[in-house]
């Protein structure tokens, strides 16, 4: 099993602080965009946290670790797109039998959910339409069962070495297709891709 308590003090009394969604996801807003300037990273919690800065799969180990920290199960959604475009990962949790998101993100959308969802399906849908390439074709193919991460027995907080075995954990878990055979998808308008422009952090 892995590692469930940080091998830090800086990186405790970090997580510690984060004991609601709210300060997790603007924890996460304020924390620098990580553009793999020096090549792909897959950093555990520890790390990015060190190096001051995360991309999605990164802010994601950062969220889950925040709640597990404070009780609740570290829960991973992978959205899943075709090949030509990326991947998103968010960290899920629930309120009242409602579920929210938690995302990190350099774009206007693709960002925190809050906790109004009925279903783990209706959450992943509602990122739907805003995940599109810059000619506005639409991407997202399935979504991924709740990924537990309690269950891994990578040490995804404090391990010092990128988590590729992890990513293909993930990658390999159960996902659910969300396009039904046949269908044909309207483009995203051209100020609906406009928007989407918009981003948090100059590369």
């Known amino acids: 099993m892995q590692t469930s308590i940080p091998h830090t003090f800086a990186t405790y009394k970090t ?12 924890f996460l807003n304020d924390l620098p965009f990580n ?8 950093r555990s919690v520890e790390e990015s946290l060190k190096h001051g800065k995360a991309h999605c799969f990164e802010g994601a180990l950062i969220a889950a670790a ?24 968010v960290v899920l949790f629930r309120r009242n039998g409602r579920w929210g998101a938690i995302s990190k ?28 390439l810059p000619d506005g074709k639409k991407t997202l193919v399935s979504y991924s069962r709740p ?19 992890l990513v293909d954990e993930l990658d390999g878990s159960a996902h659910v297709p ?13 100020v609906e891709i406009k928007a989407g422009k918009i981003i948090e952090y100059k590369k």
């Open 15 to 26: 997580l510690k602080r984060l004991n609601t969604p709210e300060k997790i996801q603007d």
């Open 178 to 190: 969300i396009l039904p055979k046949g269908i044909k998808l309207r483009k995203a308008d051209k």
């Open 105 to 132: 993100t350099n774009h206007a959308v693709l960002r925190y959910r809050e906790p109004v969802y009925l279903s783990v399906r209706e959450l992943a849908m509602s990122y739907f339409h805003e995940y599109f």
């Open 66 to 89: 925040a709640l597990q920290m404070h009780g609740e199960k570290p829960l991973l959604l992978d959205l899943y797109t075709n090949k030509k475009d990326v991947d998103h990962v």
């Open 35 to 42: 553009f793999e300037r020096s090549g792909e990273t897959y």
């Open 147 to 165: 990924f537990d991460l309690s269950k891994s027995k990578i040490d995804w907080i404090s391990s010092k070495e990128h988590l590729h075995d």
